[in-house]
């Protein structure tokens, strides 16, 4: 990408912070603050008071080094969109995923694609172990804590993964 292409996506996507795809990748290594894990912000933010949407979006957005006041995008998400209709962990993970993928144009077809492909990968892998729906996911069997734990560390190795192929 020309830094003329590219300072121009940073200066009108600052607003939003959003980064291009390619300009994520010189994060990798660098990921989050201190160290930490997904899984153990998600964890953490749920005893802060976020639900499992925004918890899990706040913690993606730590790994990507993004504006943290994002996270407000995800709270009507909570309790299954207020309905008990699709988890939050699920709908919070497809934000992430859009925000990874970085497809901030509509014309950027090889961003949505990607974008597609991993959301169809992480919506697979949740409805392996996990109904999609909050009103279908029962008591006593529902860890909520390792439910989140487990989406995040499943969204933090897809992360890295997608990052290292280029």
Known sequence: ?????????????????????????????QSGSGGGSMAGWTAQHLTEGYWSADSLLLSALKYMKK??????VA???????GRKDLCGYVTGGV????????AAKG?????RQKCLRLTKEYLDW????TPLHCGDIKQPSCDYKAMGAR????????????????
């Open 75 to 81: 709270t009507g998400f909570g309790g299954g969109i």
């Open 67 to 72: 504006p943290e006041e994002m996270v407000s």
């Open 107 to 111: 014309a950027d077809m090889a961003g």
């Open 126 to 129: 949740w409805a392996q172990s």
């Open 1 to 29: 990408m020309s830094s003329n292409r590219r300072e121009f996506l940073k200066l009108s996507c600052s607003s939003l912070g959003i980064l291009a795809a390619s300009d994520l990748k010189a994060f990798a290594g």
């Open 95 to 102: 934000m992430a995923i859009g925000l990874f993928c970085g």
């Open 151 to 166: 989406a995040s560390e499943y969204l933090q190795k897809m992360f890295e993964r997608e990052t290292q192929k280029g």
